[in-house]
């Protein structure tokens, strides 16, 4: 499938991530992000004419926790998808990173056992500030290093800039997002901060404590770094809720779009430190 890995972010990434309030005993955060775990369904929805793919469903896991030493996030991603001409498409993927509380470093993880076929990313990455300039290094599926010549971000610390920028009222928020989960590298981000909705006023999909928070509708464009193109690679809408929850998201590709609903919502205690 074109992208699968791609369908993680933000899924990793971007969204929905979720966390303790404060990188270290003698900062402070704005953002007052609660550790989770989440299940969504996933649907396909609109294929388009000339579209291979014409149907498909899944779940997705994501869970959020704070280590003494900085944030670890885990998902998995299972869907099975339905072809034009009567074939399934499976598509198993496990995504996991670490992040340090300043932003400056990442770990990475991600297996892709998708239709039988077994493919592994993992490595680490640096920037010298936040955003910054830095290096990736590769050790799966081979050995090798990636410079990071422009400005980049990496998935948490975007995630609590958007959330600052929504709150200071800003309207579009451009940032070189790097997750890990692709070979070849960062993705331009940009973020069209919509309509801000007051806690209680938009109806969940579930009833939980967690979700009467305020929120913003958000829309994100992903571009290569190097691309010139004026359409993006795909789209991303989202409801982001200020705690770092995330009701509703719409992946729009070309093609066709996938719809992820939450169907199951729960705090997860942090991790105690001395």
């Known amino acids: 499938m074109p992208k699968s890995r791609r369908i993680l972010?933000?899924?990793a990434?971007?969204?929905p991530l979720a966390f303790v309030a404060g990188f270290g005993p003698c900062s402070a955060q704005?953002?007052?992000?609660?550790?989770?775990r989440a299940i969504y369904s996933i649907k396909l929805t609109k294929p388009q004419s000339g579209s291979s793919l014409i149907s498909g469903n899944g779940l997705m896991t994501i869970q959020f926790e704070k280590s003494c030493d900085g944030w670890i996030t885990g998902q998995t991603w299972r869907m099975d998808m339905n072809t034009l001409d009567g074939k399934t498409f499976n598509s198993d993927i496990r995504y996991a990173t670490w992040e340090s509380f300043d932003?400056?470093?990442?770990r990475f993880s991600m297996v892709d056992k998708s239709d039988g076929k077994k493919e592994s990313i993992k490595g680490q990455a640096k920037v010298k500030s936040v955003p910054g300039t830095g290096s990736v290094t590769y050790q799966e599926p081979k050995k090798k290093t990636l410079n990071l010549s422009e400005d980049a971000i990496f998935p948490i610390k975007h995630l609590l800039k958007i959330i600052e920028q929504a709150e200071q009222g800003k309207r579009l928020v451009p940032y070189v997002l790097f997750d890990g989960a692709s070979k070849k590298g960062?993705?331009?981000v940009v973020t069209f901060i919509g309509k801000k909705h007051?806690?209680?006023s938009v109806k969940m999909p579930i009833e939980s404590d967690l979700l009467n928070r305020k929120g913003w509708t958000m829309r994100m464009a992903f571009y290569p770094v190097d691309s010139l193109a004026a359409e993006p690679d795909y789209e991303l809408e989202v409801m982001q809720l200020t705690n770092g929850v995330v009701p509703f998201v719409v992946q729009d590709y070309p093609e066709f779009s996938i719809e992820m609903t939450l169907v199951k919502l729960e705090a997860v205690k942090p991790v105690r430190c001395s």
Do not use: F, K
């Not at 704005?30 to 989770?36: D, N, S, V, Y």
């Open 9 to 11: 972010l933000w899924l």
């Open 30 to 36: 704005a953002a007052q992000l609660t550790p989770h």
């Open 103 to 106: 932003g400056l470093s990442l």
């Open 198 to 200: 007051v806690a209680g």
């Open 13 to 15: 990434l971007v969204w």
């Open 186 to 188: 960062p993705l331009r």
